[in-house]
Each structure stands twice: as structure tokens, then as C-alpha cells.
């Protein structure tokens, strides 16, 4: 069975910065892409970013210049480094693992910013 536990989340002031870790247990046999998504309240869950597994980044505009994925394959592991929060950035951040035994998530950590 597989387990995605992350970890980093909390609450940050604005202009401040968190790094986010997402680690997977167990095989995930070959992954595919690791990804971020997040879900503000009354909202629906979006994309943040992903990384494949050749190292091809994309970000949804909100993030581009401020967040930065990467992925570890080797230790099943995605990270997501995010810089210049602002309030609007608050919700629960879920990571996410698509690999040979499909799609995975992680439980979901809350991400505050607020002064």
C-alpha cells in the first residue's frame, strides 16, 4: 500500500516563504509526474504545478515566479518551494504522485499566510 505524508505547510506571513515535501512509501513502480494542487476554501481543488519525469516543469500562472517544483524520483519525493505568499495563497496544499499503479494523493496540509 502506498502513503504519501507531506510536510512544511503552516502559517507564514505575507511576503514570507514555505517549502513543502511530499514523500511517497512503498513502491510506486516508474513515476510519471509529481504534482501540487491546492483548495481554498468554497473552491475548487486547482493545479499548483507538476514535474514529469524527465524534469519538465509547468506552473499555473498564480505560480510562475514564485513557486518552484522538483522532484527527487529516486526517493519518491516532490517538493515545492514557494516564495512572496500573499493571503490569497491560503489553502490546503495536496501533493500528487501518477506512476505505474496510478494516480496518488497525499492527505492535504494547510497553508496559511496571514499577518
Known amino acids: 500500500q502506498v502513503q504519501l505524508v507531506e510536510s512544511g505547510g503552516g502559517l507564514v506571513q505575507p511576503g514570507g516563504s514555505l517549502r513543502l515535501s511530499c514523500t511517497a512509501s512503498?513502491?510506486?513502480?516508474?513515476?510519471?509526474?509529481m504534482a501540487w494542487y491546492r483548495q481554498a476554501p468554497g473552491k475548487q481543488r486547482e493545479l499548483v504545478a507538476y514535474?514529469?519525469?524527465?524534469?519538465?516543469?509547468k506552473y499555473q500562472d498564480f505560480a510562475k515566479g514564485r513557486f518552484t517544483i522538483s522532484g527527487d524520483n529516486a526517493r519518491q519525493t516532490v517538493y515545492l518551494q514557494m516564495n512572496s505568499l500573499q493571503p490569497r495563497d491560503t489553502a490546503v496544499y495536496f501533493c500528487?504522485?501518477?506512476?505505474?499503479?496510478?494516480?496518488?494523493w497525499g492527505q492535504g496540509m494547510q497553508v496559511t499566510v496571514s499577518s
Open positions: 500528487y504522485f501518477n506512476s505505474g499503479i496510478g494516480g496518488s
Open positions: 512503498g513502491d510506486l513502480l516508474r513515476i510519471s509526474a
Open positions: 514535474v514529469d519525469h524527465l524534469g519538465v516543469t
